[in-house]
C-alpha cells in the first residue's frame, strides 16, 4: 500500500468509529438492542435532533472527500434526512432511531463506493457546497417539525 492508500483508509476507519459511536456503541443488556450517541441526543428535544444531524453531516462531507460519487452523497443525505425528520417526533422518532441507523447505512454506502476514480473526486468537490445546504435544510426542518410536534403534544395534554 502506499501512503495515499493508507491515509485513506485511516480517514474511512475513522468514519466507520464515529458511526458505531452514534449507532451502536452501547448494548442494552438483556436484549439484542445496541443504541448510539444519536439515540441519546434525540432524548433531547429539537437541539438533540440538530447534534445528531450534525455529526451524520460529518460523516458525508468526510466521504465527499473520500471520493464518494454525488449519488452516494444524495443517499446519504436520504438517509440523515429520514432519520432527522422521523426522529424529531417525541418518543415515537427515539425508537425509530434506535432501528433506522442512518450512519451505519451511510458507512455501509460509503464503503461500497470507496475508491472512486479521480474524476469523481473533483467532481465531489462541487457536490459539498450542495450536500452542506441539503443539511442545513434538514436541520431547519427538524425545528420546524420538533417546534410543532412539541406543540401539538403541549396542545394535548392542556385540553386533558
Given at each position: 500500500?502506499?501512503t495515499?492508500?493508507v491515509?485513506?483508509?485511516?480517514?474511512?476507519d475513522?468514519?466507520?468509529?464515529l458511526?458505531?459511536v452514534?449507532?451502536?456503541?452501547i448494548?442494552?443488556?438483556?436484549?439484542?438492542i445496541?443504541?448510539?450517541a444519536?439515540?441519546?441526543?434525540?432524548?433531547?428535544p429539537?437541539?438533540?435532533?440538530?447534534?445528531?444531524?450534525?455529526?451524520?453531516?460529518?460523516?458525508?462531507?468526510a466521504?465527499?472527500?473520500l471520493?464518494?460519487p454525488a449519488?452516494t452523497?444524495?443517499?446519504?443525505l436520504?438517509?440523515i434526512g429520514v432519520d432527522?425528520?422521523?426522529?424529531?417526533?417525541?418518543?415515537l422518532?427515539?425508537?425509530?432511531?434506535?432501528?433506522?441507523r442512518?450512519?451505519i447505512?451511510?458507512v455501509e454506502l460509503?464503503?461500497?463506493?470507496?475508491?472512486g476514480s479521480t474524476?469523481?473526486?473533483?467532481?465531489?468537490?462541487?457536490?459539498?457546497?450542495?450536500?452542506?445546504?441539503g443539511?442545513?435544510?434538514?436541520?431547519?426542518?427538524?425545528?420546524?417539525?420538533?417546534i410543532?410536534?412539541?406543540?401539538?403534544?403541549a396542545?394535548?395534554?392542556?385540553n386533558?
Open positions: 500500500m502506499d495515499v492508500e491515509e485513506l483508509d485511516r480517514r474511512a475513522n468514519i466507520r468509529a458511526a458505531r452514534l449507532d451502536s456503541a448494548g442494552i443488556p438483556g436484549t439484542g445496541r443504541i448510539g444519536d439515540s441519546v441526543f434525540g432524548l433531547v429539537v437541539v438533540g435532533d440538530i447534534a445528531g444531524a450534525a455529526l451524520s453531516g460529518y460523516i458525508v462531507l466521504s465527499a472527500r471520493g464518494a449519488s452523497l444524495m443517499r446519504m436520504i438517509n432527522t425528520v422521523v426522529g424529531s417526533v417525541p418518543l422518532g427515539d425508537m425509530f432511531d434506535v432501528g433506522w442512518a450512519n447505512r451511510n460509503l464503503d461500497a463506493h470507496l475508491g474524476k469523481t473526486r473533483k467532481a465531489n468537490r462541487w457536490v459539498v457546497a450542495g450536500v452542506i445546504a443539511l442545513v435544510v434538514l436541520a431547519v426542518g427538524a425545528v420546524v417539525i420538533g410543532a410536534a412539541v406543540r401539538f403534544l396542545r394535548i395534554a392542556s386533558q
